[in-house]
């Protein structure tokens, strides 16, 4: 009975995450606030008010609605060519929260199987493939992949492909990191006395226990890819017009800082936003998944 009342009082593995998560108000907020951009980016659809890549002639560069010309028509504002701000904002989160999600997980799934082949297999496969990472490293991640874009042509597909290539070498040297250190530990020792196959440790006995760290810095590398998107966008590299993505967006409003500064400034705000709410919740995660590394309050 006393070991029940024990058993029983530990929380569940969901609460206790939550409750690590939760603890950070900053993260919590960012949550919250996050949820809001991307429920709004997955109804755009639905709740824009006019189609993103309508021209409203009538109506160039009209001011948002808390300026002293502006009226409740156009919410946000139109830009240069009479499109509704509001509803090119939210098109363009699907794109732009999009082609983040996508590069991700292209670049996680690939890296994750580098990473372990390169764990596992240290003295064989391990040297090639982490001396491919390195020299793929030496390029910072917009640069390696506006080389990709320049050989595979602008466009949201190879958008993604370059994001997630530029991705990969940090998920490969992380996975391999974190392999090794559980490779070493006694249940996997204990496993493979058992008669357990490589692809049964790589899969059911490391790769559980190395997915806090990669949880976390997916979660940051989805900020990144964001701000690679817009990066490439501004650049005319990534998405093209008219196709409504913050990056592009910003691109076109750039002659219109001083006439319309509108334009500019609500694209810029919804990146920084959006890419700050994801790192506070980088942040905690971290706290949740690590608890050596929970900040002291």
Not at 23 to 45: K, Q
Not at 80 to 97: W, Y
Not at 174 to 193: C, G, K
Not at 201 to 225: E, G, R
Request: net charge neutral.
């Amino acid at each position: 009975m006393a070991t029940d009342t024990i058993v029983a009082s530990y929380p569940s593995p969901a609460r206790e995450f939550w409750l690590g998560f939760s603890a950070n108000r900053g993260a919590l907020a960012a949550l919250v606030v996050f949820s809001v951009i991307a429920l709004a980016a997955l109804l755009s659809p639905l709740i824009a008010p006019y189609d993103p890549v309508e021209q409203y002639r009538a109506h160039m560069l009209q001011p948002p609605v808390w300026h002293a010309s502006g009226n409740w028509q156009f919410i946000l504002g139109t830009d240069e060519l009479g499109r509704d701000i509001l509803s090119r904002l939210l098109h363009g989160g699907r794109i732009s929260l999009g082609i983040g999600l996508a590069s991700v997980f292209l670049s996680l799934l690939p890296g994750v199987l580098l990473g372990l082949l390169a764990a596992f297999y240290e003295h064989s496969l391990s040297p090639a493939i982490m001396r491919v990472m390195d020299i793929m490293l030496a390029l910072p991640g917009l640069l390696l992949a506006i080389c990709v874009i320049t050989v595979l042509g602008p466009g949201l597909v190879n958008t993604v492909i370059a994001i997630a290539i530029g991705a990969l070498p940090g998920y490969t040297r992380l996975t391999r990191a974190a392999a090794l250190a559980e490779i070493r530990r006694d249940y996997v020792t204990a496993s493979r006395v058992a008669g357990a196959g490589t692809l049964r440790l790589m899969f059911s006995c490391v790769l559980p226990n190395c997915m806090a760290p990669l949880i976390v810095n997916a979660t940051l590398s989805f900020s990144s890819a964001i701000l690679e998107t817009a990066g490439l966008g501004f650049l005319g590299l990534g998405v093209q017009a008219p196709t409504p993505e913050w990056g592009t967006m910003l691109s076109a409003a750039r002659d219109y800082i001083v006439r319309a500064p509108w334009v500019v400034s609500l694209p810029g705000l919804t990146i920084l936003v959006s890419v700050l709410s994801i790192n506070l919740m980088g942040d905690g995660l971290r706290d949740a998944l690590d608890p050596k590394l929970k900040r002291v309050s």
